[in-house]
């Protein structure tokens, strides 16, 4: 599969949620905007020089947005990668944990692993913390 495939079902995977969570976007519209709402759980200006942004050349736009709260899906960005990579999200909190989790995946069934694989996803929506900042301390 393509990277493209697999960047295409992780985001009709997410704009499912989204309707789910939002309801249904307004007319024509088939993907969501992505923005980060804060960096490293912080209401920060973003410094574009950054790491996470070197890769990227030509110019580059900070945009301030205001979006109604219950118009937003927050997920966790760095969480959001097991998605857009199709692999399965575990809740382990140390590498003994981490490889018993593996080794219980690896041993379902194909279609009982993409089940718990996609179930295992909507933790990536837990975002507490974030959720407890102000969309305006900016």
């Not at 989204?18 to 912080?42: Q, T």
Request: aromatic share 16%; proline share 4%; charged share 30%.
């Amino acid at each position: 599969m393509a990277n493209e495939d697999c960047f295409k079902a992780a985001y009709d995977w997410l704009v499912l949620r989204m309707k789910r969570c939002i309801g249904e976007p307004p007319g024509g519209v088939f993907y969501p905007i992505w923005a980060w709402h804060s960096l490293d759980n912080k209401p920060v200006k973003v410094d574009l020089r950054r790491s996470e942004f070197n890769n990227y050349c030509g110019d580059h736009y900070i945009l301030t947005i205001d979006v109604p709260y219950e118009q937003v899906l927050l997920s966790d960005e760095e969480s959001w990668h097991f998605v857009l990579n199709n692999w399965f999200l575990s809740d382990a909190k140390s590498e003994k944990d981490f490889d018993k989790a593996e080794a219980w995946f690896d041993s379902l069934s194909l279609n009982e692993q993409r089940q718990v694989k996609e179930k295992s996803w909507e933790s990536i929506f837990d975002v507490n913390e974030i959720v407890n900042i102000s969309f305006h301390e900016f």
